[in-house]
């Protein structure tokens, strides 16, 4: 899998939120990439190795043209 992320992506993680969403969008790229559950809003911080570990796929990319 493309190891290539772009703000706005929806991303599908392995584990299941709390709230019952598997899908995230990515907010902030870098070191630690920030996501934000698209059922609940909430925000969580993760590295950015555990975050290329736990993404199952990519739903929808936000490529630049």
Same mark, same amino acid.
């Given at each position: 899998?493309?190891?290539?992320?772009?703000?706005?992506? %929806? #991303?599908?993680?392995?584990?299941?939120?709390?709230?019952?969403?598997?899908?995230?969008?990515?907010?902030? %790229?870098?070191?630690?990439?920030? %996501?934000?559950?698209?059922?609940?809003?909430?925000? #969580?911080? %993760?590295?950015?190795?555990?975050?290329?570990?736990? #993404?199952?796929?990519?739903?929808?990319?936000?490529?630049?043209?």
């Amino acid at each position: 899998m493309a190891k290539i992320f772009y703000l706005g992506d %929806i #991303v599908e993680m392995k584990k299941e939120h709390p709230c019952g969403s598997k899908e995230w969008e990515i907010i902030r %790229i870098g070191a630690d990439i920030k %996501i934000k559950c698209c059922i609940c809003s909430r925000i #969580v911080m %993760i590295p950015r190795s555990k975050f290329e570990k736990d #993404v199952k796929k990519i739903t929808k990319q936000n490529a630049p043209d």
